[in-house]
């Protein structure tokens, strides 16, 4: 019973910015590596950027400089904010995180609804 759910996404002009949020909840016991990935249409999912639970931090070359993840493990939650977004940003953000449960001695590979981001020009 563990959940990824995510907030934050809408729609914003070029220029703008957006905070996503993604809180994990349920059974865990830890959780070690969170991310977020996106979805455009007609397009692979792709990695963004991700957070260890140590603050490690990884970012796609189309988003550095200009996106920054953070995390609060207290919260069980990542955080991806993004400034100077633009029209190429526009798709369906999904957070990830292999967890594990309380039941669980391995990690399963968790994912979020997506929240849309979309990036008028």
């Known amino acids: 019973q563990v959940q990824l759910v995510e907030s934050g996404g809408g729609l914003v002009q070029a220029g703008g910015s957006l905070r996503l949020s993604c809180t994990a909840s349920g059974s865990i016991f830890s959780i070690e590596t969170m991310g977020w990935y996106r979805q455009a249409p007609g397009k692979q999912r792709e990695l963004v950027a991700r957070?260890?639970?140590?603050?490690?931090?990884n970012y796609a070359d189309s988003v550095k400089g200009r996106f920054t993840i953070s995390r609060d493990n207290a919260k069980n939650t990542v955080y991806l904010q993004m400034n100077s977004l633009k029209p190429e940003d526009t798709a369906v953000y999904y957070c990830?995180?292999?967890?594990?449960?309380?039941?669980?001695?391995?990690?399963?590979?968790?994912w979020g609804q997506g929240t849309q981001v979309t990036v008028s020009s």
């Open positions: 957070c260890t639970s140590g603050g490690s931090t």
């Open positions: 990830n995180a292999p967890i594990q449960t309380l039941r669980s001695k391995y990690y399963a590979n968790y």
